[in-house]
């Protein structure tokens, strides 16, 4: 039985209840498809490092929460997990709004692996990129019920 | 000249001024020396994903701040900057506080890379592990002033 | 029913018999248990790079034969693949023979993951670190036949 | 002074001179420009794992070598070393040529970063994905000399 794909509606509202640190940082998802999703860091506190520029943990929540993202719409597994991410910072990220975009490079049976890029908007400029590898949980999620619920 | 050692106080004022996301997570310097740092993680708002265990990005801003806090006692470097940094999720980290311990495997003069075992307290079970390195400012930091000021 | 484990006669001859450059780069398996294996690069042509070191790719052999030696001596898996690996190369490796030592910091159901120091000998200097995870084939081996049929 | 970049001819003399096992695994050097660089794996003995697929350790060896004739062509040092690699295995290798295929993330003046995609030929089925950082040596070499000669 074919599985319907989760509407962006349904995954910013199961990334907002589910993650508070999303509302917290100020991050939206922008887009979500199967070939790529984006998400967007607008102002807000708390997002500074020592020199002014966005902390490596706000770049990091950035990148996570672009891949979930991409996952559920993809694989429409929202039990996934994170098994491992690297990132590199490439250059200090100075200005807002940040968007973090993730395209797949492994979408199996088993395991999610994307390729990350986070840019300054305007501009375009890329400031990091990340690889990170998700476990998929294996069961087809029963999507007649509220996504919300993991 | 001889550079003073940061005490333990003067990195934890530096962290808590310069990366407010420290406050906000509820992160706190419980040591730091040449050998090793140590930081904690407790109750606090914000600090979940799916599933109910503690966020990667929570998880991330331990092993970074972990690491920065080691430089800090070790290269008296606060200009230095996370070059890249590779995380493992081990398991769920379901249990507050965690701990962070880092210690050092290369302390170069211009590369700092870290070995990072994040563990649930008390218990010690491992939940995550990561490799960070840093790239080092390369001038001797003036450390008569303020250190708050980077 | 239980499995009995590989000794270590039967990892030798499985990854001579599978990885025709361990003997090319002159690795042999000196240890294979289930809290931590090691192996060791001898003299051998080939290995060297640009300024006389190591080069990096066999270190990166020795750190992917060791993870392997460990996972059939823990998880009996020869089926098991390398999902990814960090390598941080953090001195020239200038002195023969190199020994690499994997710990496994995750033994799971589908994945394994761990590290692996690899150190100059005699004098023990760290050269290397690595993380890396496999992915284990899920279903138990029969080990009653040939272990070094895949 | 302006720097003459190497020529092509001059990277495949030193990569051949340097690092033996790219002729011991019939690597060669396609392209190197300062946009992206190229090298391809040919038929050869030693190089499959378990299974009959290309073995990890080759793999990794294509990464840093296009990654190397990238730095040279781009940044003009011989001297460069690798800090580190992250290498994803998407899916088995099972067919030859692979063509590995660098682009640079960050060409600093002390760091540089590269992604790196493997993929099978013809066809271009991706098989693997790398990032690595180099350390520059940081002075400019000579090139009015023997480029072989690092």
Redesign the interface.
């Known amino acids: 039985m074919a599985v319907d794909p989760w509407t962006l509606e349904q995954i910013r509202k ?1 990334i907002d209840e ?4 999303t509302r ?1 940082f100020n991050i939206d998802v922008l887009e979500a498809g199967r070939d790529r999703a984006r998400v967007r860091l607008g102002e807000g ?7 002014g520029s966005i ?4 770049q ?2 950035l990148a ?1 929460v672009v891949t979930y993202a991409l996952i559920l719409a993809t694989s429409h597994d ?2 996934a ?12 990220a100075m200005q807002l709004p940040l968007v973090a975009e993730a395209v797949p ?2 979408a199996g049976r ?2 999610f ?1 994307a ?1 990350v890029r986070i840019t300054e908007q305007p501009g375009g400029r ?1 400031v990091a ?1 990340a ?1 990170t ?1 998700y ?1 998929l949980s294996g069961g087809t999620p029963a999507l007649t019920g509220d996504p919300g619920r ?1």
Do not use: E, K, S
Request: proline share 11%; net charge positive; glycine share 6%.
């Open positions: 199961h589910g993650l508070p640190l917290l506190a708390h997002a500074t490092r020592p020199g902390a490596g943990p706000v990091f929540a996570d929202p039990a997990v994170t098994v491992d991410m690297t990132i590199n910072f490439l250059r200090p490079l492994r088993r395991l692996t390729d890329l990129q690889t590898t476990a993991v």
